[in-house]
């Protein structure tokens, strides 16, 4: 097939850990690459905010990144980037020309605007494409949970429900999106479920791990905004120091720069704060950004990763530790409930309960042959469903479903839409 993947904000090129990086960025240059190693032709295309940029970036031979000029050419917050949307629909069509994709992929819901304008474009010039979408996160569900702290646009709902009914097919990451989706009134006949992946051949169990501090540690990895629950996890810290529990240290992963570079960051400050007023700052370290090569190292030398949103969408961060052995405390929320099997390859814990966290913090650090059953168990599931060349296999189905509820009846049609998709990756059947 030919595939066109739209991520207006989450250029599968940009570093990740900055304020608007992050997993998105992880999981389309991940499944576009695997979709690629499968014999697919992969475009992305991206919002170009740097002069700097080239118009096009190739990093795989079937891979190929599009910087597309919508809007200010400079860094814009998400939040910020609606109404550029046409921009970029303009730029993807004058890319495709005479030969457009099979499948456009949107990411995120203003990337889904300028597939299905893409797409309408296209389709009115007799050249159909299906559009599919994938969400990553849902204004419903953040409107819930923010109220009026949701800095999306206001429009953001109504939009968000129209990008779902419209598409053709649309690719949910868990379980519990697809019961919003349907609240959206998203046909369920029309969802798709295929979750994140993890690279399994960077994170695995065997490898370097950072030395510590103290007996034992935690880690918690996260973009740092108050969501992400990194005040909990201090919290526990305080609670797990109330069991007798001082010999534990935590380190907090994530943030704008390195942890000196944390001094301007305002949620930064708030935690560091916090730890000193709870009396644990001895034991907390913000690290600010690693690297995705550092990390393996730093999830190894960890007893457990904690993520303790208020909610999650998906979550890689919990796959990572899994991959590399470590059991997971997480919170019962989202994805989170799909990855993490409680009391298997990790355990859950009630939202925002910071002595539950601590209880189950406790609970493993007091019992390491359990903790190393608990990650033994959390690798052989990565290994087994969340490895990127699954998630570009149950990714690819979806397509097969958009394209197959597309073909017009007939059998001379059937066989030229089939051939097509045989000559699309090279005489291989999928």
């Known amino acids: 097939m030919r595939i066109s993947m739209v991520s207006e904000h989450a250029s599968p090129l940009a570093a990740l850990g900055g304020v608007d990086a992050g997993g998105q960025n992880v999981h389309v240059a991940e499944l576009s690459l695997a979709l690629a190693r499968r014999g697919h032709d992969v475009t992305v295309y ?32 998400k939040d910020l980037l ?21 499948i456009v992929h949107g990411h995120f819901w203003m990337s889904g605007l300028a597939a299905l304008d893409a797409a309408r474009q296209s389709r009115a010039e007799g050249r159909p494409v299906q559009v599919i979408q994938t969400f990553h996160a849902l204004g419903t569900v953040k409107r819930r949970h923010q109220g009026a702290e949701d ?9 968000e429900a129209m990008v779902g009914r419209s598409a053709d097919r649309v ?10 989706l349907k609240a959206m009134g998203v046909p369920g006949g029309r969802v798709s479920i295929a979750p994140c992946g993890v690279d399994v051949d960077l994170f695995t169990p065997h490898g370097p791990a950072e030395d510590r501090a103290r007996a034992h540690r935690i880690v918690s990895v996260g973009r740092l905004v108050p969501r992400k629950g990194m005040d909990l996890v201090i919290r526990a810290m305080r609670a797990l120091a109330d069991l007798g529990r001082v010999d534990v240290e935590l380190h907090i992963v994530g943030g704008a720069g390195s942890s000196t570079a944390l001094e301007d960051d305002p949620e930064a400050q708030r935690l560091r704060a916090l730890a ?16 995705r090569a550092e990390m393996p190292a730093v999830l190894r030398s960890a007893d457990a990763v904690v993520c303790a949103p208020w909610y999650e969408p998906f979550g890689i961060v919990p796959l990572e530790a899994m991959a590399c052995g470590v059991p997971v405390v997480a919170a019962a929320v989202g994805g989170l409930v799909d990855t993490v099997v409680h009391g298997s390859t990790g355990l859950h814990v009630p939202p925002r309960d910071p002595a539950a966290i601590a209880a189950a913090i406790s609970d493993i650090v007091g019992e390491p042959a359990w903790a190393r059953e608990l990650g033994d168990t959390g690798y052989r599931r990565v290994k087994a469903r969340y490895s990127w060349s699954r998630i570009a296999a149950d990714t690819e189905k979806a397509y097969q479903a958009a394209l197959t509820d597309a073909a017009p009846a007939g059998p001379a049609t059937a066989r030229r839409s089939a051939a097509r998709r045989l000559e699309s990756t090279g005489g291989r059947a999928l």
């Open 46 to 77: 991206t919002r170009r905010d740097d002069p700097a940029l080239p118009d096009r970036v190739r990093t795989d031979p079937r891979l190929e990144v599009v910087h597309v000029t919508a809007g200010p050419v400079r860094t814009v917050p």
């Open 171 to 180: 690719v949910a990451t868990c379980s519990d999106e697809v019961f919003e």
């Open 82 to 102: 609606l109404p550029y949307m046409g921009e970029l629909a303009e730029g993807i069509v004058e890319d495709w020309g005479q030969e457009p994709p099979d």
């Open 276 to 291: 000193v007023d709870l009396g644990v700052a001895d034991r907390v370290v913000l690290r600010g950004q690693v690297s």
């Open 151 to 159: 800095t999306s646009p206001s429009e953001r709902l109504v939009l």
